[in-house]
């Protein structure tokens, strides 16, 4: 297994682009989600998917679209790229989000610098 | 609102010496507690967690102990290793906002000294 795999790693946008950072995982798992990572700020949930066709917004949605597909991907559009935007994005998924924790698998990072 | 606090962004500790690293948290529907050890450009990797009806859970070198009535957890790592050096991310999840949902801490940058 390849487990969560994130492309692209390095991004230099400049203000008011798009792109589309990708986010897949073989493991069949049904909760997906994306993280920023900022300094001095942890982990910040943007949004998350609890299966196929369901997302929903995590404390920082704000400048960030998702859907959900396939079970597999579950990719996050920036709009309008803005400097409050350059962070380190992190994509994670867990086996179920139903009852107990599940433990969440993260992928490697995509480094995101708005310009 | 930071719900998961951890107040230390660095801690410095010789080879073979305790680490100690804590956390607090303001929210009591928190009732599952987790820290993620990340090294510089990879992602989290889970470490070890604890339930709400526990107060201590021990796996290998790491012991999570948690005290409810203060809100507080914390990492024992004996003996600490060079190879320990990274951020340490405490985390939380409550039934409520959905087993998987986590709420990340600030992390703390932990160095071991050889």
């Known amino acids: 297994n390849a487990g969560v795999t994130q492309t692209p790693k390095f991004q230099v946008l400049k203000t008011g682009q798009s792109m589309t950072l990708q986010c897949a995982q073989d493991?069949?798992?049904?909760?997906m989600s994306w993280y920023r990572q900022d300094p001095g700020m942890g982990l910040r949930l943007i949004h998350y998917?609890?299966?196929?066709?369901?997302?929903d917004q995590g404390e920082v949605p704000n400048g960030y679209n998702v859907s959900r597909s396939t079970t597999e991907d579950f990719p996050l559009r920036l709009l309008s790229a803005a400097p409050s935007q350059t962070s380190v994005y992190f994509c994670a998924s867990s086996y179920s989000s139903r009852g107990l924790y599940n433990e969440q698998f993260f992928g490697p990072g995509t480094r995101l610098t708005v310009l | 609102d930071q719900q998961v606090k951890q107040n230390s962004p660095s801690l410095s500790v010789q080879e073979g010496r305790i680490s100690i690293l804590n956390c607090d948290y303001t929210?009591?529907?928190?009732?599952?507690f987790l820290w993620y050890k990340k090294y510089p450009a990879e992602g989290p990797t889970f470490l070890i967690s604890i339930s709400s009806i526990k107060d201590k859970n021990e796996d290998g070198r790491f012991t999570v102990f948690l005290n409810k009535s203060a809100k507080h957890l914390s990492l024992h790592i004996v003996p600490s290793q060079p190879g320990d050096s990274a951020v340490y991310f405490c985390?939380?999840?409550?039934?409520?906002?959905?087993?998987?949902?986590?709420?990340f801490g600030e992390g703390t940058q932990l160095t071991v000294n050889p």
């Open positions: 929210n009591s529907m928190f009732d599952y």
């Open positions: 493991m069949n798992h049904e909760y």
């Open positions: 998917s609890v299966g196929a066709g369901i997302t």
């Open positions: 985390a939380a999840s409550g039934v409520e906002t959905s087993g998987s949902r986590l709420t």
